[in-house]
Structure formats: C-alpha cells, structure tokens
C-alpha cells in the first residue's frame, strides 16, 4: 500500500483517460481546511472468494488505488479496506460491531440488522455531518435518506437501487415454435402450453414444463402472479416481509394457489425435486441441459456470461434452444403483479466508536458524484454516450489497471440511476451482447410490469425482526409439504402447516402488522 | 514419596500436561463468564457488562418458541437412534477385524475405513444430493429403469432418519473402530490360547474373552455419549436436512444458528447453549453414577 501512497500525484488529473467528453472528477471538495495530520479511514468491503492476480488483492487493486489517489491522498487520509467474507457477512458484521473495533464504514445488505443496530444505540447519527459534508449525498440520496432515518436521527445511509426490478419469466422460444404456439399472455393459455410441453416431451425423458426451485425469486413471483387480486389493506395485513421480500401468506386466496400449485405439480407440471433445490442449481441446470419449459430468474439472467451462461449453454447443448422473456401469468384482474425489491440497496453505517466519522460522510460524498460513479460502473474501463446512456467500449485493460469487485466499493448506489426508469432499463441492457440486448430489455421491463413495491410501515415490525428466518423455513416448509401432499390430503396438510407457522411467530407479526395498519389509517 | 520428590521425578509429564491444560484454561473455562450474557438483554454495543439484566426473560421466551420444543425434541430423537447403531457398530467392526488373520488385510481395512471420517459433511451432503434424490438421483433413477418407484431417501421423515444415521455411520465407525482394536490390543493372549485349548469356538471366545476385555473402553465410551446427548452436531442435520424433513430435521444446533447468529440474538444463542450444558452435566453424572453402581466402573 506504501507505494501508492508515496510519490502519487495529487488528484487532479481528469477521470477515465479516453477520447470521451466526460468531466474530470473532482476529489471532494472538504468544508473545512484539509486536516493536518494524516488519518485513517477504514472501510468495510466484500471479499467473494475469488482469487486475484499475483500482486494483486481484493484490498489492494485499482479499484481501492483509485480511490486513495482521487480521494485520499488530497485529503491526507489513508484509505484501509477490511475484507469481511461475503456469504458471512452478517455474523462476521455482529463480531465486528461487538468488538468496538468496527471499520468506519460498514453495511449490510441486512435491513433488519440495520434496525437492529439502529434499535441497540451503536450508530453515528450524520445528519449534521452530511449536512457539512455531504452535498452530493443529499442530492443523488435525496429520498433514499428516509429509509436510514431512526427516531428523528439518520443512523444510516442507504444506498439507492437505481433498478427496484427483480425477477421475470423464461420460456423456450424453440420449444413454442415446434407446436406452433405464440408466447402464452394469461394464464390458462400458459397451462395449455405447460401441459402441451409435457404431452409431447420436447426436452427428451423427464422433460420439466415450469422449472421451480426452493428459493424466492422462483416461487415467490409464482405465487403473486397467480393470487387473487389484494386490496390495499392485504398488502399491509395479509404479507409478512421476511427478509428483503414479502410473504403473501396471510393473503386472500393464497389457499387456493398452493391448491392449484398442487393440482399442476400431481400433473407432472413442475419440478419433481423443487424441494430439494434451495441453490437454484438443479433447475439451472435444467435449463441448460433443456429440459426446463418454463421458469422464473432474476431479470435477464439467462444472458449474462455469453461464454458460459445459461442461454449459452443452452445453444451448445440444444441446437436451436433458446429462451425468451415472457410474462405469462395473469391474476383474476387480468394483471400479472410482481414483486419489487426496495429503493434501497445496502444500508451504509458509521459505527458510535468511529473516530473517522468526518472522513466517512467525505468519502460516501465523493463517491457520490457522476463521475467516479461512472467510472467504478465501467470498471475502470472507457466508456462513451450513446443516445445519452453511456455505454461501454471494448477495451482490454492489463490486470493492474482494472477495477475489481466495483460494486463492492462503489456502496452508495445499487446500479446507476440515470434519472429516469427508461434510461435505467437501456443502460442495463446496454451491457448485454448485441443480439441479446433487447431481449434482456425485454426481461427488465417485464419485471416491472404490474409490479408492486414494499409496503413500508413508519416503523419496523419488530416481530419481523426477530422471527424472519425461522418464518421463511416455515413458509418453505408448508409450500413445498402442501404441494408435494396427496390431493385428498391438501387441505389437512396446509391447514396443519399453516397453524405451525403461525404458532412459530406469525401470529405475532401479523397482529403488529394489524395494529400498525390501523395506526397509519388514523 | 513427598510430594516434592514425586513431581521432581514425573515432571516431564506434567510438562507435557502444561500446554493442554492451558488450552482448557484459555478456550473452555476463561470464556465463561460469557454465560451472563443468558440472563441479560443482550446489547452488542453495550457489551457484557452494562447491558441490562433481564434474569430468566430469555429462557421463557426460548421455551415458548414452538421451533424450540421441535428442536429439543429431534435432538434427543437423533442422538439416541445414533447411540444405537453407531455406537455398536464400531465394536462389532473391531471385533470382526481382530479374528482377521492377515495382518496385511487388516490394515489395509483399517486405513480404508478410516477416511469418510476426513471428509467435510458439505461434500457429503451434495453428494448425497446426487445419489438419494427422489426424482432425479443415481439410485432412484436406477430403480425407476428396473421398474420399481422411486425411495424418498431425502424427501420423507422416516427414510431421511435413515438415511442421516447410515450417513454417521458411514463416516464415523471408522474412527470408532480404532479405537476399540487399540484395547483390543490390550487383552491378554494367553487367555486366547487356554480357551481355545478348553475347546472354546471363535464365538465363545470373542464373546467371553474379547468383550469382556475391551468393556472398560466401552462403558467410558458409553457414559461420554450419554453425556453428550443434548448436544449434537451442526454440520451433519443442517447439510442434510431440508424444508421437507424439517420436522426431523431441526435441531438445537441449527436453531441457534438460526436464531442465534443469523439474527444476532445471542442471548437466545448463549441461554439455549447453557442450557444444553446443563443437562448434558446432568446426563454424564448420572450414567457414571449407574454405571459405578451396576459395574464399579466409572470416569469419575
């Protein structure tokens, strides 16, 4: 890290170096005169595993040099990145906040640690320092700030999720066109499909119509799409948020759903094994190998990786095999509702004991503008405007120019937010190859049609809190034993599962969701 | 002897004694006062020791918890079908390797027998995965193309049972086995060569001479998995287990993972794990207790 530091220019040069018209980036301007002294700002950031070139590490790449030069260095602060294992990054977080000895800046994907932490008292309030420091905080954050706020103090600073878009459906276009079918748009033209793919077994011996696996961005659009249309006041009483989505278990006709999800499944519809498959992988798997239909995925999923990704395996296996974006179920109202992650992403936190916390709120602030934005969004690489989204150009950079893990460091924002939900939807397919572009455009939009955002009470449930995990386990438990239960047997088995998960903490969360509901209607 | 002269002549046993006695020192008997952390409303920026105490708060709330009464109730249930069929199965193994006559042979079993006991449980459970699995795994796929229906190995309570304990034995009775052929050692030849000169079978004589022989081994063996019943594994339920065998399949182990960690309860966590403690001390006092009674022998 010495050698960055050390002999390093001052930061003024403009940004990516390239023949496009960007604007230098500016380090952050700081309110008050640089300090004196040198300090240090340690930075909480995601080590995913992988393994770097020699020389390289994930705390030491362009991506964290970049910063020190563009911001550290005319600051006189030293930049100190701590690498906490993504897939522990809860527990590692508890232990690091436990331990008083916690980066300056930390974050979690984790909303109810958040309000954990919020609740427990161990988080700077930086209203006051983002109003000293933090101009382009309030600018780019503006309404995201609200969701960081607790009992009148902003304890965090979520970062905003330009794209609140999640999942969208996947069906063989191939698969159509041998039975002469078009894309099926309501639900029972897609059972007539389902059924016809099984009928004529077009992905060989144990072809699979709807592909499903044991994880919500499968099952979850499933159940939505099918469920009886809600009212406003099942949205707040009927769902349960378990995590980062919400459980439509308490809902209006979601019975009758699991019955049918039941019915299709004893037809050979669905995955024989979905219970098994908490990963993905089995029913990823058959989508490559083509025997998968129909199924549901984060949007535009299939495309990513052209060398080896789902579409592309597919082609290879499957001569001709492809997939398309569709959006096929329809509800009793004729619309096909979906999910929508939240406008925030991570919640960024200072802990109480930071020393650093000026320097924190500055550097959230100059990661805040355009430019770096653009800049980590691309990878280092060079990028240009077309039709004002910018795009990026094919550029190959040695290993030490590189910016690894961006999003990782680049915590203020979940994708870019272009100012308006058009552009957002181009620059994301924008980086799909281009015989693919528009059909990932396709699956972006499609994800967002019909679709409905969380519904946000004034102050957490705390019930949800406490109970979220083992709620999740019980509603998979009852999905999965309902589905797979005799037809006779049904309503026994879901009425049993049902008392289960409301004896395990339902109940509790759905009377505060109650009493909360009535609370805001006052 | 004194003391004095006593220590002077033994010490380079107690100095060998020194470094694992100041692991327990260090990692069991410091860490616990972390106990209070069971009787306090835990909050992790407050620590330890300014957080409020809540006294027995956390308890009632872990035994009102319906997930918890599950999970207690499998942790007993897994134990004890694993008592009994992995704890015999190593003694049978050892004494069926001991009539082995080629040495050769034998050690060729025993290393063999002994590697499951190196493989990761994570490994195990996806290859599992793909052997067991209802609809799609080697062994249900065979099975259908001979015509027969598909074992839900992994899907239904009662066969996952089975299926979880032929998976302990399968990684553990290797390591058991060593043991016992190590005690086995131990016994005296001769005993042997008189009975079979009395005109003692191989039966009569593994069964009057051979387990007879390696019963103190067996007995402190048994006391320690008696004690250690209200304790079980993380790995092993966890890996193994799924939405459909859940009611098996919690344990107390992944309820505190689950609640414990996860959410960053770790009053739960800390009161769940005490009392667990609590009841396998009770657990080993008493079969050792039974045990000196019914056969003079004991740990303690």
């Known amino acids: 890290m010495a050698l960055v530091t050390v002999g390093c220019g001052n930061g003024q040069q403009a940004g990516p170096s390239s023949a496009s018209s960007t604007p230098g980036a500016s380090s952050a301007p700081s309110a008050s005169a640089t300090p004196k002294q040198k300090s240090t700002l340690r930075i909480e950031q995601f080590d995913r595993g992988k393994s770097f070139p020699p020389g390289l590490a994930v705390n030491d790449q362009e991506g964290t040099r970049y910063a020190q030069r563009e911001f550290g260095d005319p600051n006189n602060i030293k930049l100190e990145y701590v690498p906490v294992p993504r897939s522990q990054e809860v527990e590692k977080l508890n232990v690091l906040m436990a331990s008083s000895d916690a980066p300056d800046i930390v974050f979690t994907y984790d909303e109810s640690l958040a309000h954990k932490y919020m609740e427990q008292g161990g988080l700077m309030d930086l209203a006051e320092l983002i109003d000293q420091y933090g101009p382009n905080i309030k600018s780019y954050l503006g309404e995201t700030l609200q969701y960081g706020q607790w009992d009148g103090k902003q304890l965090a600073i979520p970062a905003k999720r330009a794209f609140t878009g999640i999942t969208s459906y996947m069906i063989r276009q191939d698969w159509l066109d041998k039975l002469k079918l078009p894309i099926p748009e309501t639900t029972e033209q897609t059972y007539e499909a389902l059924k016809a793919f099984r009928d004529n077994q077009l992905g060989g011996q144990g072809t699979i119509p709807l592909g499903l696996a044991l994880h919500p961005d499968e099952y979850i659009p499933l159940v939505m799409a099918l469920i009886k249309d809600p009212t406003e006041e099942q949205y707040y009483t009927g769902m349960q948020r378990l995590g980062l989505q919400e459980y439509p278990i308490l809902m209006d006709g979601h019975k009758d759903v699991v019955r049918t999800l039941n019915q299709w499944y004893h037809e050979g519809l669905i995955s024989p094994d979905f219970g098994l498959d908490k990963d993905q992988k089995v029913r990823k798997q058959g989508v490559s190998t083509g025997k998968v239909g129909l199924y549901s995925e984060q949007a535009a999923q299939s495309y990513e990786d052209p060398e080896g990704g789902i579409q592309a395996t597919l082609a290879k296996n499957v001569p001709g095999g492809s997939v398309v974006p569709a959006n096929p179920f329809t509800n009793d109202k004729g619309k096909r509702v979906k999910e929508l992650n939240p406008p925030t992403g991570m919640y960024v936190m200072v802990p109480k004991t930071s020393k650093a916390a000026a320097e924190a709120v500055q550097y959230l602030n100059w990661l805040a503008q355009m430019p770096v934005m653009l800049h980590y969004t691309f990878d280092g690489k060079d990028y240009e405007m077309k039709d004002g989204i910018p795009v990026k150009v094919q550029q190959d950079l040695p290993d030490e120019k590189k910016i690894f893990n961006s999003s990782d460091i680049l915590i203020v924002t979940n994708g870019l937010d272009l100012g308006m939900q058009q552009s957002n939807v181009k620059s994301l397919g924008a980086s799909y190859p281009e015989e693919l572009m528009e059909y990932a455009m396709k699956a972006f939009e499609y994800s967002l049609t019909d679709a409905v955002t969380v519904h946000y009470f004034p102050k957490p449930i705390a019930a949800e809190t406490k109970y979220a995990q083992i709620l999740k386990g019980k509603y998979e438990e009852l999905l999965v034993k309902s589905m797979l239960a005799k037809p006779a047997d049904f309503d026994k088995t879901y009425d049993d599962m049902l008392k289960q998960y409301l004896a395990s903490g339902g109940e509790e969360v759905h009377k505060e969701r109650v009493a909360a509901y009535a609370d805001m209607k006052k | ?300």
């Open chain 2, 1 to 300: 002897m004194s003391a004095g002269s006593y220590f002077r002549r033994f010490w380079q046993y107690y100095a060998m004694l020194f470094l694992p006695i100041l692991f327990f020192g260090l990692f069991k008997y410091g860490p616990m006062y972390g106990i209070i952390i069971a009787f306090k409303d835990y909050n992790i920026f407050q620590g330890m020791w300014t957080s409020p105490w809540n006294g027995l708060e956390t308890f009632r709330t872990v035994f009102s918890m319906h997930t918890f009464s599950t999970a207690f109730r499998n942790t007993f249930l897994l134990n004890i079908i694993d008592l009994l069929v992995s704890f015999p199965a190593p003694i049978i193994l050892a004494l069926m390797l001991n009539e082995v006559m080629r040495s050769r042979v034998k050690k060729v079993f025993q290393t063999v027998m002994y590697f499951p006991h190196f493989v990761s449980w994570v490994i195990i459970g996806g290859l599992f995965l793909q052997i067991f699995a209802t609809n799609t795994g080697i062994v249900n796929q065979m099975l259908n193309n001979a015509g027969y229906d598909s074992i839900p190995f992994l899907t239904n309570r009662y066969w996952w049972l089975i299926t979880y304990l032929a998976a302990g034995v399968w990684q553990s009775v290797g390591w058991g086995t060593i043991i016992y052929l190590a005690a086995l050692t131990g016994i005296n030849k001769e005993l042997y060569d008189a009975a079979e000169t009395d005109g003692a079978g191989r039966m009569r004589r593994m069964w009057h001479i051979t387990l007879p022989g390696i019963r103190p081994t067996i007995i402190i063996l048994f006391i320690l998995a008696i004690g250690e019943m209200p304790r079980i594994g993380f790995e092993r339920p966890y890996i193994l287990g799924n939405a459909m065998v859940s009611d098996f399949s919690e344990v107390l182990s992944t309820f505190v993972y689950k609640i414990g960690l996860q959410t960053g309860e770790f009053s739960i966590a800390t009161a769940v794990g005490l009392f667990q403690s609590v009841i396998a001390l009770v657990f080993l006092l008493s079969a050792n207790a039974l045990s000196k009674k019914f056969t003079d022998q004991g740990i303690m």
